[in-house]
């Protein structure tokens, strides 16, 4: 099984500032890996898939990047609707698709 | 638009028994892997079960396998989970969500859920 670590666990920043999350496979996923945001009680959004390309809709201040086992999730600059909790997940190597524990993004 | 809607979650006892659907529109649903997720209160996403888009290929985490069920019917656009066994540690908000044709593919659509609370 794919292990994926995502740090920091909670990041503390302040809107029109700039966010990076990272995330850790355990084995290389090749680029075969996706980014999820979750709001309170709302079910998760897919951000980004193919470590980098930006899913329908999703605004270009959303970027990622990343190979193998290292992946980095950066948003330019928060705006208030940013503040939620981020997922990655690798669909190379399954069963089972992974998730990382997440990344709370908090003000 | 794309319209996953999840139903059949409930209070259920250790050891009983449910059945999730989840209504599909606004895709091709019949060309599309679909999965279910759950995530327990508080907790991260957990992958649960994967079908592929035409019932042929089902896959399933180890917690859940030999207890639950995957299946389709694409003629009713109709995905289900049937849960056995249910065990305190299966309580969490259950997910359908949409990949693509092929299972080597991101989660493209979600539901809102729906919760299944074991307990007696």
């Known amino acids: 099984e794919v292990v994926m670590t995502q740090s920091p666990a909670t990041l503390s920043v302040s809107p029109g500032e700039r966010a990076t999350l990272s995330c850790r496979a355990s084995q290389s996923v090749n680029r075969n890996l996706a980014w999820y945001q979750q709001k309170p009680g709302q079910a998760p959004r897919l951000l980004l898939y193919?470590?980098?390309i930006r899913a329908t809709g999703v605004p270009d201040r959303f970027s990622a990047s990343g190979s193998g086992t290292e992946f980095t999730l950066t948003i330019s600059s928060l705006q208030s609707e940013d503040f939620a909790v981020y997922y990655c997940q690798q669909y190379n190597n399954w069963p089972p698709y992974t998730f990382g524990q997440g990344t709370k993004l908090e003000i | 638009q794309v319209q996953l809607v999840e139903s059949g979650g409930g209070v259920v006892q250790p050891g009983g028994s449910l059945r999730l659907s989840c209504a599909a529109s606004?895709?091709?649903?019949?060309?599309?892997?679909m999965h279910w997720v759950r995530q327990a209160p508080g907790k991260g996403l957990e992958w649960v079960a994967l079908i592929s888009f035409d019932g042929t290929s089902k896959h399933y985490a180890d917690a859940v396998k030999g207890r639950f069920t995957i299946s389709r019917d694409n003629s009713k656009n109709t995905l289900h989970l049937q849960m056995n066994s249910l065990r305190g540690d299966d309580m969490a908000v259950y997910y359908c969500?949409?990949?693509?044709?092929?299972?080597?593919?991101?989660?493209?659509?979600w539901g809102q859920g729906t919760l299944v609370t074991v307990s007696s």
């Open positions: 606004g895709f091709s649903f019949s060309r599309h892997v």
């Open positions: 969500a949409g990949g693509q044709l092929l299972p080597t593919s991101q989660f493209d659509h």
């Open positions: 193919g470590a980098s």
